[in-house]
């Protein structure tokens, strides 16, 4: 079947990605991108398809109901892949609200206008919503996040992500939604904002900027590749069974310092830098309010049921990321100047 897809949060880190996979992979796809176009937003991150005839953009906030009902019936939409976000836990710090609008409200926009429009026949269509590993809290040093793990979010960022799929779960109870989830581990990849920590440090390191590490830097998070994720949402999205919840991760636990370090060698080693110099820009800071010590995903149950697995090793995966920010330097200065907002203008604007 020819379907008609749209991808909320397209212009963003992961959702660049996705986008990307499903029109390249499925001509016959109708792929509609629909985003706010925030300040994570960057329709550069989609230079190289954005001509495709399967691939149409939405400038949609998913706050803005009418705007979405149009954008269903202008296409005939028949599936949801949900990534629109805010994403960043120190932003959520600053600014909870933000989050409670576009993570639970923006979510329940997107449920609901869904249902309304796909009401004839539910079971025909599938709403795939896209979630963290964040929502099941911090472990302690040993132990798995599983599917069955009890809820128990700490930030503002990962309580608005926890709301938002219970809401996905109250839609497939209450109304017979067909719903599937998965939360996924941090990622990392080309296109990754330069405020999170993989992104920011390399962008530090070319500048010959402090790198600031938060706390003691025993911090553990399980680092995923953006493209070994965005191939499990493909499986997720197509073969995943109705109502299930899949997590996703890399097998992959690095303590922050560790990782920083293992960074710094790779960025001397590639930028000619006697081995060393870039641990030199390592300042230990005040640390994040309630942060979360250790994350962790088992991801069997993708492994088993979905036959997915990462393809590259973190090494490889932290190595290709280094050489694409190192030879894509305007993008990282167009994003960090602001010129990359003025992209929509020039591209879209007589359109
Ligand atoms: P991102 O911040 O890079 O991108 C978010 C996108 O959503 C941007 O393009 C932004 O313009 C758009 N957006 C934000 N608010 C919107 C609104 N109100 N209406 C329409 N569009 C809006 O985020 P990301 O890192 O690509 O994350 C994508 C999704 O994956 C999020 O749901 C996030 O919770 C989840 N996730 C992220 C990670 C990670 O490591 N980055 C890990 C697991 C899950
Ligand atoms: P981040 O990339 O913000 O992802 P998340 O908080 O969603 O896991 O941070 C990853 C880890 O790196 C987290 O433990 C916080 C830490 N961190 C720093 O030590 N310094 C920084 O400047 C940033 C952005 C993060």
């Not at 939604?177 to 999170?196: I, L």
């Not at 493209?227 to 499990?232: E, V």
Request: net charge negative; glycine share 6%; with cysteine.
């Amino acid at each position: 079947m020819s379907k008609k897809i749209i991808i909320t949060g397209g212009a963003g880190f992961i959702g660049s990605h996705v986008v990307r996979l499903f029109v390249n992979k499925y001509p016959n796809y109708t792929i509609i991108n629909v985003d706010a176009l925030t300040y994570a937003g960057n329709l550069e991150n989609l230079k190289d398809i954005d001509t495709q005839p399967n691939y149409f953009f939405e400038k949609v906030n998913i706050l803005d109901v009418k705007a979405l009902e149009d954008v269903f019936d202008k296409y005939g939409v028949t599936d949801v892949i949900h990534l629109a976000a805010e994403s960043h836990v120190d932003r959520s710090i600053v600014s909870p609200l933000d989050f409670v609008y576009t993570n639970i409200i923006g979510t329940v926009n997107l449920l609901n206008t869904a249902k309304n429009k796909w009401a004839a026949d539910l079971s025909k269509h599938r709403f795939y919503h896209i979630s963290t590993d964040e929502v099941y809290g911090s472990l302690g040093e040993t132990g798995l996040f599983t599917e069955t793990t009890a809820y128990d979010p700490n930030s503002p960022y990962s309580a608005s992500k926890a709301s938002s799929d219970h809401f996905v779960r109250a839609y497939r109870e209450t109304y017979h939604m067909q719903t599937v989830v998965s939360n996924c581990s941090n990622n990392y990849g080309p296109f990754h904002f330069p405020e999170k920590l993989i992104p920011l440090f390399i962008h530090n390191i070319i500048q010959e900027k402090p790198l600031p590490v938060y706390g003691d830097g025993l911090y553990t998070r399980d680092w995923l590749y953006v493209k070994d994720h965005a191939l499990a949402i493909d499986l997720v999205f197509h073969d995943g069974k109705d109502g299930e919840t899949y997590n996703i991760g890399g097998f992959n636990e690095w303590k922050n310092i560790d990782l920083v370090k293992l960074l710094c060698k790779q960025m001397d080693e590639k930028l000619g830098r006697e081995i060393g110099h870039s641990e030199k820009l390592i300042t230990y800071i005040k640390d994040r309010p309630g942060h979360d010590r250790r994350y962790a995903i088992d991801a069997t149950k993708i492994n088993k049921e979905l036959g997915w697995k990462p393809s590259v090793t973190f090494e490889q995966g932290l190595s290709e990321t280094i050489d694409w920010f190192l030879s894509n330097q305007e993008w990282l200065q167009n994003v960090t100047s602001g010129n990359y907002q003025n992209y929509y203008q020039s591209m879209y604007s007589n359109r």
